[in-house]
């Protein structure tokens, strides 16, 4: 488990342009970061899938849900 300090912090490291959100192109990078490489299709799709409320970013809380489950595995 992690804790909110840290979650905060990785969460700023992929919040490049530190407008408060990921984007589906910071997010692109975080998942490049990680090693997983996906199409951009897959990229989009798996960023729908992280950004839950379909704003069309990944807020923190959304960030924390994905990344704790990203954690576990």
């Known amino acids: 488990m992690f804790d909110e300090t840290t979650l905060r912090s990785d969460f700023e490291q992929f919040d490049t342009d530190k407008n408060g959100y990921i984007d ?5 990078a975080l998942l490049e970061f990680l090693g997983i490489e996906l199409t951009s299709q897959a990229t989009a ?3 729908l ?3 839950v409320n379909g ?3 990944i807020e ?3 960030f924390r849900t994905w990344w704790s489950k990203y954690q576990e595995d």
Do not use: I, P
């Open 24 to 28: 589906q192109r910071e997010f692109a």
């Open 45 to 47: 799709t798996a960023f």
């Open 49 to 51: 899938a992280v950004d």
């Open 55 to 57: 704003n069309g970013r």
């Open 60 to 62: 923190l809380s959304e």
